[in-house]
């Protein structure tokens, strides 16, 4: 965990988050690919990025990028089938995975329909370990994260034990807010990654970002606040998430 200090760009409004959010896919990919064949993009559930899929699958973004060396993984997933309405992969795959050409062996996702949301967690985690061919952290090149106004990320929920995590890279905790299992990576390989980027918009995030963004240390009540990657991090928000700030740093 690195106490680099975060980036923040402020943005008037969805759109220009999402262009904005979409600018640093494209950067990084662009540089990445430059030296490498391939890179890992993990994705974000939840109803934030989707506009931001929406616009990587659509001009310019979609010729500009090369998608056949793009590697799509999911930060996390709800223990239903791909195609269910919860399913983060299907919000993934109407809004952007159909737009553009992917290979399919490129489309990591975590098995959500299976029975034991356990063996879904073990599974993923074998993928990933094949992916990079390493029993070290795996570090992702890019991770798109969203923050619940309890500054939940991914499926780590204040008070999870899935926040002590340090050995496994995937788990499925039970999450009594939401009165079922998750499947999501954990705090060790979050924090691996080169570059974590935060999507957050909406007024009802503003003062769990105002808390992550001005603690001192990490803290189990605002589990966004524990992803400290030892690369980039930044957070992309819109004006109604950064209106608890004091410098609302505009972009
Ligand atoms: C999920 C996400 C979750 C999401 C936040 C914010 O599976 O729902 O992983 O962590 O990012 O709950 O969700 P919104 O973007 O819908 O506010």
Known sequence: ??????????????????????????????????????FSL???????????????????????????????????????PPDHADSNYRIAR????????????????IRGELEDPQDAASRYEM?????????QL??????ILGMGSDGHTASLFPGSDALQE?????VAPWVEKQRSHRITLTCPVFNQAACIMFLVQGTEK????????????PSPYYPAGLIRPEGELVW?????????????AGT
């Not at 503003?206 to 240390?217: K, N, Q």
């Open 1 to 38: 965990m690195s106490d680099r200090k975060p980036v923040l760009r402020v943005f008037p409004n969805r759109e220009a988050l999402a262009r904005g959010a979409a600018d640093k896919i494209r950067e990084r990919a662009t540089l990445k690919l430059e030296t490498a064949d391939r």
């Open 94 to 109: 109407e809004t952007l995975l159909s737009k553009v050409t992917v290979p399919e062996g490129n489309v990591h996702r």
């Open 206 to 217: 503003a003062v769990a970002l105002r808390e992550v963004l001005t603690a001192e240390g």
């Open 127 to 135: 993928e990933i370990r094949h992916y990079f061919q390493t029993e």
């Open 236 to 248: 992309y928000v819109d004006r109604d998430a950064a209106s608890a700030l004091e410098d609302r």
């Open 42 to 80: 993990v994705l974000a559930g939840g109803s934030t990025p989707t506009r931001l899929y929406d616009v990587l699958g659509d001009t310019p973004y979609r010729a500009q990028i090369d998608w056949t060396r793009i590697h799509f993984f999911w930060g996390d997933e709800r223990p239903v």
């Open 166 to 170: 340090r050995q496994r890279w995937v």
């Open 138 to 143: 795996p570090g992702f090149d890019l991770v």
